[in-house]
């Protein structure tokens, strides 16, 4: 079992920065891929960034340029620098878990959540 603990959302003008941290304890897998994903209220969870084992990230479109998944394997921590920030960016961030999985692919099933870190963008 994965434990995950988001931590570093706030509030910010448009063109700011933030880096969301995700701090990851529990079992410890060889393969596994690892995600942000943001929800905003009536609207549908959105993937954002994800990373697998392997260090291979991939970004949504939508934030592709301007924002950057990492991870660090000694402090077991996944992050999410976000630079350019636009009100469109505004949400419950959450970071995911998929352990075992050896890549991250479209429709992987994620069992395990964190409690979520809220940005919120202002114009």
């Known amino acids: 079992q994965v434990q995950l603990a988001e931590s570093g959302g706030a509030s910010v003008q448009a063109g700011g920065s933030l880096r969301l941290s995700c701090a990851v304890s529990?079992?410890?897998?060889?393969?596994?891929?690892m995600a942000w994903f943001r929800q905003v209220v009536g609207k549908e969870r959105e993937e954002v960034a994800t990373?697998?084992?392997?260090?291979?990230?991939s970004h949504a479109d939508s934030v592709k340029g301007r924002f950057t998944i990492s991870q660090d394997n000694t402090n077991y921590t996944l992050s999410l620098q976000m630079n350019s920030l636009k009100p469109e960016d505004t949400g419950m961030y959450y970071c995911?878990?998929?352990?075992?999985?050896?890549?991250?692919?479209?429709?992987?099933?994620?069992?395990?959540w964190g409690q979520g870190t809220q940005v919120t963008v202002s114009s």
């Open positions: 995911a878990a998929a352990s075992g999985a050896f890549r991250c692919v479209p429709g992987l099933r994620y069992g395990s």
């Open positions: 529990g079992s410890v897998y060889r393969y596994y891929c």
């Open positions: 990373i697998d084992a392997a260090g291979t990230a």
